[in-house]
Each structure stands twice: as C-alpha cells, then as structure tokens.
C-alpha cells in the first residue's frame, strides 16, 4: 500500500506557465480533495471530489481546476501560475473521518 | 461556516514537562468531529488525536489529551511528559458530522511547538 502519493515534491514555475500536481491513491477512497498551506494560514480546502466524475469547490478554488476520471487520480492543474500561488500543496483521501495526506508539493511561482 | 482559532502562534516547553496548546472554534452544527494533527518538518501531516462531539468524555491517545467543553467550543491538547521529537506545527481542525461527502476539514492557523533539552 503506497498510500497517498504526490508528484513532483518541489516545482519553481515562471509567472503564466501551467502546469498539473498529480495525486493517486490505492485505498479505493471515494473522497479526494486538495489543500493548500500558506505561513501562517493553516491548510485551506480548493477543491475536493466525493467521487469519480464528481468535483467541487473549496475555500480557495481560483486559479485551479480540477478532474476526476478515476477513483485512483485526482490532478490538480495551474493554468497560468501567478506568485499568490507560491504554497505548499497537499493532497488527502479519506475514508469516514480518516484522512490520508500525501508528502505534498512545494511550489514556487516567480 | 465554520471557524477553527488558534491564539498561540508559536510556544515552547522543556523536555519532561506539560504543555497546553489552545483551539476554540464557532459552528451552529451539533454533530461534528475535531482533531489535533501534528506537521514536523517533514511537512507530513499525522493525525495526533480525534475527538467525536457527542462523546462526553475526552479522548486519549498515550501521551496526549485532550480537554472537549462542548458549551464553550473549546478544544485544547495537553501533551504530557514532552519529547524532543514533540517538535512541530500542531493543527486544530473541524469536519462536520454528515459524512457521506462532507469528509472536509476546516483547519486553524496552527501553533508550531518547541520542545527544549
């Protein structure tokens, strides 16, 4: 069981470029969803699915968009990265009240 | 909504001894869950402790517990005989309790936790 996974670990994007976070996880969880965490700011929900074909919005949704053909997959796309997107970002699935985070992503837009 | 405050940004406590961290949170739900999780510098996220809002008695986990006041929304972490691998960002957050899609949570801003030798 690998759990939650993420890639990359770290990415630097120029300021309008795009790019996908990818998140997968082998546990059949219906529930999927993305966070982001700023200093001082906690983790903020951006878009969360309850099942394949099935998304929605979170806290903090602008700026992403998000699919899910699969239960496994649940990517996150940037389609033109700004600064204010420069986070840490998380991925979690959850069974019930268990939730499962993935290692997360560090992202810096310059 | 929800609102999930933590009022102390950041403390610190020497190793063996007892620290409090402070979580205070506003909803109108009556059904709900609350959780302490715990970030070290992996940036992993582990759960620490989890709490079910209609259960009265205060929930345990080996070193940690916590102190659940339903009327005054208040849901603090005291960790007992603190270790150095206690050091970390200690999150408070909020999931309401109609599961079944509503697996969201609502995190507070963190409190990030030293332990001294």
């Known amino acids: 069981n690998a759990g939650v996974t993420q890639t990359p670990k770290f990415q630097v994007l120029k300021t309008g470029q795009s790019m996908t976070l990818q998140c997968a996880q082998d546990?059949?969880?219906?529930?999927m969803s993305w966070y982001r965490q700023d200093p001082g700011m906690g983790l903020r929900l951006i878009h969360y699915s309850v099942g394949a074909g099935i998304t929605d919005q979170g806290e903090v949704p602008n700026g992403y968009n998000v699919s899910r053909s699969t239960t496994e997959d649940f990517p996150l796309r940037l389609l033109s990265a700004a600064p204010s997107q420069t986070s840490v970002y998380f991925c979690?699935?959850?069974?019930?009240?268990?939730?499962?985070f993935g290692p997360g992503t560090r992202l810096t837009v310059t | 909504a929800q609102t999930v405050t933590q009022s102390q940004p950041e403390m610190s406590v020497q190793e063996a001894e007892t620290v409090t961290l402070s979580c205070t949170y506003d909803?109108?739900?009556?059904?709900?869950?609350l959780f302490w999780y715990k970030q070290p510098p992996s940036r992993q996220m582990i759960l620490v402790i989890r709490?079910?809002?209609?259960?009265?008695q205060n929930a345990t986990e080996n070193r940690f517990s916590v102190n659940f006041q339903k009327a005054a929304k208040s849901f603090s972490l005291k960790i007992s005989d603190s270790q150095l691998g206690d050091t970390a960002m200690y999150f408070c957050a909020f999931m309401k309790g109609d599961l079944g899609g509503s697996e969201k949570l609502v995190f507070g801003k963190g409190t990030k936790l030293t332990v001294n030798p």
């Open positions: 909803t109108s739900e009556n059904n709900y869950y």
């Open positions: 979690a699935s959850s069974y019930l009240t268990e939730q499962y």
């Open positions: 709490q079910e809002a209609y259960k009265q």
């Open positions: 546990m059949n969880h219906e529930y």
